[in-house]
């Protein structure tokens, strides 16, 4: 029954609470804790052959997870002490051979002794390593075992609500059903008429105040101040509408949520509700924030009553169609949620807990129709009027999930008719729930989105004076947050939508962990967060680097005596230098050793000596012209036919502007390799050379003598 599990849950609760306090004292006796962690282990292991439900398998996976977590806490502290061991037994050297001289009585005891202590560190390494991987595995059993469950329950079929068996079972438990409801109801009264007894009446009838006044006055008052806010401090574009339908919904669930809060908390100031009153003030208090959560996120995508301010491509005629439809959702859902939490206090019947699921599923796949003839209607009649702009053609997404919710609608109708009331309301919540989901994650990824557009994009230009980045760089880090955010959103809404289906974010991060164990490419070992720190470093110090290069060209090279020419080419060398030590380290971060980047670098040359000569002759030549300085930029440099000025050396090729104005790329290798004619490198003077003959005049620039 419920209440046998309510206490079996609570008796659990309590066994883990005294596990964390062995767990606490496991420096003390580790072997302790491996006997009762191994125990408890084969106990839950043991209860999972049999029928579990989903409240014992949550408890069982929070357990096994929290030994999983100790395990490798205890191993990662473990482990510092081992190689401190080694490293001294390392210091001590090998024991003494047959036949070689003694070595000292001190010597051979504290190698005896540092050896013990070695063997029993790794012995509990060993275990707790042991421990960590048998709980990963039970921790997938007991997930198996919550998709079973879950499969099973909606496979499940009972007697159809056409069938006098149906009303039949409901009536046989109607009495008893309606007697726990009635003690509820007169429990409640009760708490309710001591709480305007006259010691509390004050407060409560403060609180109710204070609570109508939010749910009424200060939501309409916060919303005025946030539109005017929003409109007079924030600059114009699509972060004002975004931050202001955030806005919406954060105002929608702390007030209305905060007033609910308020007035139970006045009826309740001494403590005239307990046990299951309180446990229904603490439910309903629950489902009106979330219940006004929806309510706010639906007003604030739809923005009936002021379309300049919507973010979400919706038609105005749509909009206004559904303007009650976020509220009617809100109260919905809140209704839900607490009768089912009703539904566990009162320890109701199969047959009304049945009842309630076929009512919340009906409801929610009525109400879901509705909003779709309204939309149809809506883009139906939109044409139709005088002057009228026909609604654009949907998206291939919209449509498809249009089709998806008619089809959940009549899925939930037909299920809940032949006697499938779980699969029913299964996938009427789970219309429901992924529709909050999608607007949720729609709404935070363009409020990041705008975020990154107007704090890191060419046009914060504060981000380009402070991080001295160019503003196609700054477009390009701005797109780079904006979709790593959509990345972890998209994680986190699958994982939210996942959660009905017996796995939940728990699971998920369970899962990403043990793929966090890596990529073994022969010796070297990938990991997530060895990926994730090595391009930070490389990101980090390639900032740092382009923050270098501008103190110098702009503060430090101009007080000395290099001519321009000479501090373009230190800027550039150390650039190219400076990339070359952040990629090293990037390389080490991600797990490389010297010796691993040695043998990447030899692998490397494998390719270099098949295809890659040519761009590696070019970049050691590069760096030769940046050193030697045969030519610079500046310079009118003759190589062939071609004649010009040097405008820049790049890593691999150098640009030579001709007299027409035309650019040339010449690889780095030319300069090198052959005869280069500088005009100007002895002398920066020059004088002009006309010839004229009948035909044409050919002018070029020639070194001019005083």
């Known amino acids: 029954s419920c209440r046998a599990m309510s206490l079996f849950r609570v008796v659990f609760t309590v066994l883990l609470a005294l596990a964390s306090l062995r767990g606490l004292a496991q420096e003390q006796d580790p072997a302790r804790f491996f006997d009762d962690a191994r125990a408890q282990v084969a106990d839950i292991r043991k209860q999972l052959g049999g029928e579990v439900d989903d409240a014992q398998l949550t408890a069982f996976r929070d357990a096994v997870a929290a030994l999983a977590t100790r395990a490798d806490a205890l191993a990662s502290d473990r482990a510092p002490r081992l190689a401190a061991l080694d490293a001294r037994i390392a210091e001590l050297g090998e024991a003494p051979a047959k036949g070689a001289p003694a070595e000292a009585a001190d010597i051979t005891a504290q190698r005896n002794a540092l050896g013990k202590e070695r063997a029993a560190l790794d012995a509990e390494i060993k275990r707790a390593r042991l421990l960590a991987v048998d709980a990963q595995q039970l921790s997938g059993e007991i997930t198996e075992a919550r998709r079973a469950n879950f499969q099973a329950r909606l496979t499940r079929r009972t007697a159809t609500p056409l069938s006098p068996t149906f009303w039949r079972e409901l009536g046989g438990n109607l009495e008893r059903d309606g007697a726990r409801l009635a003690a509820l109801r007169d429990g409640l ?226 299920a809940a008719v032949f006697g499938y009331i779980a699969l029913a309301n299964q996938i009427a919540r789970q219309m429901v729930g992924v529709g909050i989901i999608v607007s949720a994650f729609y709404l935070l990824v363009h409020l990041v989105e705008d975020l990154c557009a107007s704090a890191l994009s060419s046009r914060a230009e504060w981000a380009e004076h402070a991080l001295g980045l160019e503003p196609r760089v700054l477009d390009q880090l701005a797109v780079l947050c904006s979709g790593a955010f959509r990345v972890c959103a998209v994680l986190l809404a699958l994982a939210a939508a996942l959660l009905p289906f017996g796995t939940g974010p728990a699971d998920l991060l369970a899962r990403l962990g043990q793929a966090g164990t890596g990529l073994k490419i022969g010796q070297i070992e990938v990991t997530p967060g060895a990926v994730v720190s090595a391009l930070a470093v490389f990101v980090f110090g390639l900032v740092a680097i382009r923050a ?153 620039r020639m070194p001019s003598s005083a």
């Open 189 to 414: 009264v009760t708490a309710l008429r001591d709480a305007f007894a006259p010691d509390n009446r004050s407060h409560a009838l403060a609180g109710l105040g204070l609570g109508l006044l939010l749910i009424v006055l200060g939501r309409w008052a916060a919303e005025r101040a946030l539109l005017g806010l929003t409109a007079g401090r924030m600059p114009q574009g699509r972060l004002r509408r975004s931050a202001h339908a955030v806005a919406v919904v954060a105002v929608a669930t702390l007030f209305t949520g905060g007033g609910a809060q308020a007035i139970v908390s006045g009826l309740d100031w001494h403590e005239a509700f307990s046990g299951a009153e309180k446990a229904f003030a603490r439910a309903l208090v629950g489902a009106v924030f979330f219940g006004s959560f929806v309510t706010g996120l639906g007003r604030a995508l739809l923005s009936a009553r002021r379309p300049s301010w919507r973010l979400a491509p919706i038609d105005d005629a749509i909009a206004a169609r559904l303007r009650l439809f976020p509220l009617l959702v809100g109260v919905l859902v809140a209704l839900s949620q607490l009768a089912k939490q009703v539904n566990s206090l009162v320890a109701a019947s199969l047959s009304a807990t049945i009842l309630t699921s076929l009512v919340v599923a009906v409801l929610y796949s009525v109400l879901i129709g509705w909003g779709l003839l309204r939309t149809a209607d809506a883009r139906g009649a939109a044409p139709a009027d005088d002057g009228a702009v026909a609604p654009p053609r949907r998206t291939l997404w919209v449509g498809l999930g249009i089709a998806a919710l008619w089809l959940g609608v009549l899925a939930t109708l037909f």
């Open 548 to 700: 270098l290069q501008r103190w110098l060209r702009e503060h430090y090279l101009p007080t000395t005596r290099l001519e321009p020419a000479m501090r373009s080419s230190v800027t550039t060398l150390l650039g190219y230098a400076g990339g070359v030590v952040v990629f090293a380290f990037a390389l080490s971060a991600l797990g490389l050793s010297v010796e691993r980047i040695a043998w990447v670098a030899s692998a490397l040359s494998v390719g270099i000596g098949f295809g890659l000569q040519a761009i590696v002759q070019n970049f050691v030549s590069g760096l030769i012209l940046l050193v030697e300085r045969p030519v610079k930029v500046g310079d009118w440099v003759v190589l062939g036919d071609t004649e010009g000025d040097i405008r820049r050396i790049n890593v691999r090729a150098t640009e030579i502007q001709m007299a027409d104005r035309s650019t040339v790329i010449v690889p780095n290798s030319e300069l090198i390799t052959k005869s280069v004619r500088n005009v100007t490198l002895a002398n920066a003077e020059d004088r002009k050379s006309t010839r004229l003959n009948s035909s044409h005049r050919n002018t070029s």
